[in-house]
């Protein structure tokens, strides 16, 4: 039943778009970008299903033959057809060549995807896409008949550019490529602008598409620029997904992929190490850049999205490590050089990779934090949605303080005493932050000693921060402003003892006769006046529901205590007496005598 709904929606919607044409008096039309636009997104695109795409072409075009009459021979026999200029007497025949082209296409997106894993699919996918770009100049070609109109010309033209350039593409034919996209994207760029808004959108997507496609070529054939604009362009997508977003992330990872070819070796602390895996090279290539682009993020959503980026590359990058610890018994088997005492290479790699994922943690969930911060100080609009409360940061803190522990128990860094102190200084100063707002918590509920007591535990280890900032001032960069904190609580304590006095006062202070609720319900009070609103109130207290209970005398007990004492007499005589038959009497009861 649901596949029947669908061919049958699918033909209700081929019907629809086989309609897409101009007047006759203007010729021949197609509306070749949004007709496939419109078709890959209800059939599979939007979800990167290329496969289930590509079985809705071959079912439209097998509706298309069927209702033109265009048949590729018989059930027994195939006999090919091409569709010429001098059969183009109805837009529908330009719809085949182009659903022909279309399905082409998605087959080889599809072997795309699987190439992945199947190497040898790639052959298959260029075969296809060669296929496609062949269809598509057929259908240029049918475009320049007189019955066609300009717009459906331009678009074929444009159609064809962009097919050709992603079968060059793949091909790494970069200034072919690069021409093809140009001139795709400057015949979508002209149909744009001699539209209406409405009408342009779909132009300037695509144009938006192949964008990083025409950055990448340029960088291939030698702009060094074209990396930062494909940075930007990432930047630029915001903080959704999407195929371009996708896209972009695609064609920086080839293109620091190649830069890595050039990278060995990478120091940290002091210490030089060989960097022999590809996946760590490029990772560690795109470090600086993926920081750039966050420092450079403009909104938190998009800031959020380059951190996870960021984490889940490091991710792979420390399990690639790993992998190949196991994989060295040798390795294994001596952890340490017994010479120097110093952890090998790879671990020390490994332990560098760590740190640059648990010090990417707490950076995010402190920028976390001081949107959250943020948010708190603003006035809510909206008292019946939930904002955020101090318990929401602490939570935040709690991580990073969980993060900075595992970061002083990285394996070669337990006797760097330098690093140690670093990461005991940026202890205290999230612990601040963390006892900062445990205290605000308790003032929410009017706790005012433990929320005092937690204010000055702040300012503590405020001072021990300010202490021993002197010797590590480069630790202190990429922290929290201490000082701000301290200006921050000491207004908070004279606010506290204000709200606290005022408490104490309010509870000290006793209510006037008058305004005292009576308990009494008014049946039981009607000698003494009083004024009492609640009488004509909707539940005035005027009897007492449901009432006490009170004691009532019982019903009596009767024992008959005589029946013990009480002689009956004798029955003897009233009872009847059996006879004793003998043999006699049996015989006279069998026969029945006796009776």
Same mark, same amino acid.
């Given at each position: ?126 075969? /296809?896409?060669?296929? #496609? +770009?062949?269809? *598509? $100049?057929?259908?240029? !070609?049918?475009?320049?008949? %007189?019955?066609?109109?300009? @717009? ?103 293109? /620091?992929?190649?830069? #890595? +070819?050039?990278? *060995? $070796?990478?120091?940290? !602390?002091?210490?030089?190490? %060989?960097?022999?895996?590809? @996946? ?316």
């Amino acid at each position: 039943i649901k596949m029947a709904a669908e061919k049958h929606s699918e033909a209700l919607v081929a019907g629809m778009d086989e309609n897409k044409e101009n007047k006759p008096d203007e010729g021949l039309g197609l509306e070749i970008l949004q007709i496939i636009k419109e078709s890959q997104q209800q059939h599979g695109l939007r979800h990167g299903d290329y496969q289930r795409y590509r079985g809705y072409c071959s079912r439209r075009l097998r509706r298309l033959r069927k209702t033109l009459g265009f048949k590729m021979g018989n059930r027994h026999k195939f006999t090919g057809k091409k569709v010429t200029v001098e059969m183009v007497s109805d837009s529908r025949y330009l719809l085949l060549v182009l659903m022909e082209a279309e399905r082409a296409w998605s087959y080889a997106m599809q072997l795309k995807q699987e190439a992945n894993t199947e190497p040898r699919k790639r052959f298959h996918l260029l075969s /296809r896409l060669r296929k #496609a +770009a062949k269809r *598509s $100049e057929e259908l240029e !070609r049918l475009c320049e008949s %007189p019955k066609v109109d300009a @717009k459906t010309k331009l678009e074929a033209q444009a159609y064809t550019a962009y097919l050709a350039g992603m079968l060059w593409f793949e091909l790494q034919e970069w200034k072919s490529a690069m021409e093809a996209f140009n001139k795709c994207k400057t015949i979508y760029e002209k149909l744009a602008s001699a539209f209406t808004e409405e009408q342009a959108v779909l132009y300037y997507q695509r144009v938006e598409e192949i964008s990083p496609n025409i950055r990448y070529c340029a960088y291939n054939i030698g702009d060094q620029n074209a990396m930062n604009d494909l940075m930007q362009m990432r930047l630029s997508a915001g903080g959704g997904g999407g195929m371009i977003a996708e896209k972009l992330e695609a064609l920086i990872t080839q293109t /620091r992929a190649k830069q #890595a +070819a050039t990278m *060995s $070796e990478v120091e940290w !602390r002091g210490r030089t190490v %060989p960097v022999k895996i590809d @996946k760590v090279r490029i990772f560690l290539l795109g470090l600086a850049d993926n920081e750039a682009a966050i420092a450079q993020a403009a909104s938190e959503e998009t800031k959020e999205r380059l951190y996870e980026t960021l984490l889940a590359e490091c991710r792979d990058s420390i399990q690639a490590v790993r992998e190949e610890i196991k994989a060295d018994s040798k390795q294994r088997e001596r952890a340490m050089d017994t010479d120097t005492g110093k952890v090998s290479n790879l671990q020390y790699l490994h332990s560098y990779l760590t740190y640059i994922k648990l010090w990417t943690v707490v950076r995010r969930n402190e920028s976390m934090a001081q949107a959250l911060h943020a948010k708190l100080k603003e006035p809510q609009p909206d008292e019946s949605r939930r904002g955020p409360r101090p318990q929401d940061l602490i939570r935040l803190y709690d991580l990073i303080l969980q993060s900075l522990a595992e970061l002083s128990g990285l394996q070669g860094l337990e006797e760097d005493n330098s690093f140690q102190k670093e990461v005991a200084l940026k202890t205290l100063v999230y612990k601040a932050y963390r006892c900062f707002f445990i205290a605000q918590s308790y003032v929410l509920v009017k706790k005012w000693s433990e929320a005092l007591v937690l204010y000055e535990r702040v300012l503590k280890y405020a001072g021990e921060v300010q202490a021993q900032a002197g010797t590590l001032n480069s630790s202190m960069k990429d922290l929290p402003d201490v000082q701000e904190l301290i200006s921050e609580v000491n207004a908070e304590k004279y606010s506290l003892q204000a709200a606290a006095i005022l408490d104490t006062g309010d509870a000290a202070e006793t209510p006037s006769p008058s305004q005292v609720r009576e308990t009494k319900p008014l049946c039981e009070r009607l000698d003494t006046f009083r004024l009492d609103p609640a009488l004509v109130g909707k539940q005035p207290n005027l009897v007492q529901f449901p009432p006490d209970f009170q004691p009532i005398p019982c019903k009596p007990l009767f024992f008959d205590l005589a029946l013990n004492h009480v002689a009956f007499p004798p029955l003897d005589d009233k009872v009847e007496q059996k006879g004793k038959g003998g043999l006699t009497g049996y015989i006279k009861g069998i026969f029945g005598f006796g009776s």
